[in-house]
């Protein structure tokens, strides 16, 4: 299995709608970085946390740490077309320097 | 525009041939990366650069031969690769740890479009 799972693999919803995506660390969490990613374009960071109940947002995407659960969830409110695309995590763990990497989670907004 | 920039952005390639992928960066890091990227799998890093010395490669083969000569740029020199090498290849520069140290890698990743490479 994966160091850092995420879930679900992809998500198809309605635009208006929220949803939430989930990054599973098998590892102690020192840091939690969300990207995203537009189809064979490179990554835009979007927020880092690194402290336990830590949560940050950005205009309608919400990002939290549970430092406990070596999870975190990013959560988008009131989808828009413009959500659309793959959502990565990567991770410091207690392993190395590294940022370690989820396989990410495609998301599709149907209008 | 991110400030990493990647060329080409897309290349076709026999197995015989030799190509050089090549990153750039004008945002004043010292840490650059490789990544490779295939389908429904995790961000695989194939080699990292602290001050223009090269800290990691991770079991990479050597028809991978990656080349720092300076801080701002990063190029990934390719030959005999085989099909299954065909992926989004990923430049990344990020602000550095210590000279001579490892990367520390709090702060966030700036990353370029990628190169999209095929063999055939």
């Known amino acids: 299995s994966q160091e850092l799972e995420q879930s679900p693999q992809s998500l198809i919803v309605q635009e208006g709608k929220n949803l939430t995506i989930n990054c599973t660390s098998s590892?102690?969490?020192?840091?939690l970085y969300w990207y995203k990613q537009k189809y064979g374009e490179g990554l835009i960071f979007l927020m880092m946390?690194?402290?336990g109940g830590e949560e940050k947002s950005h205009e309608k995407i919400t990002a939290k740490l549970d430092e406990k659960k070596q999870q975190s969830s990013l959560h988008i409110t009131a989808s828009q077309p413009s959500h659309a695309g793959i959502y990565l995590c990567g991770a410091d763990t207690d392993s190395n320097y590294q940022l370690i990497w989820g396989a990410g989670t495609k998301l599709i907004i149907k209008p | 525009e991110t400030g990493v920039t990647q060329t080409p952005r897309h290349l076709v390639m026999g197995m015989t041939n030799k190509k050089s992928l090549k990153c750039e960066q004008h945002?004043?890091?010292?840490?650059m990366y490789w990544y490779k990227q295939s389908a429904k799998k995790p961000l695989e890093l194939m080699f990292v650069y602290n001050f223009k010395e090269q800290t990691e490669n991770n079991s990479v083969p050597s028809r991978f031969s990656p080349e720092c000569p300076n801080s701002s740029h990063l190029f990934l020199h390719l030959h005999t690769l085989q099909p299954e090498d065909s992926a989004l290849y990923l430049c990344a520069s990020s602000l550095p740890g210590l000279a001579g140290g490892p990367v520390i890698s709090y702060n966030e990743q700036f990353f370029g479009p990628g190169t999209r490479l095929t063999v055939l």
């Open positions: 946390l690194q402290k």
């Open positions: 945002l004043g890091h010292n840490a």
């Open positions: 590892k102690t969490l020192y840091g």
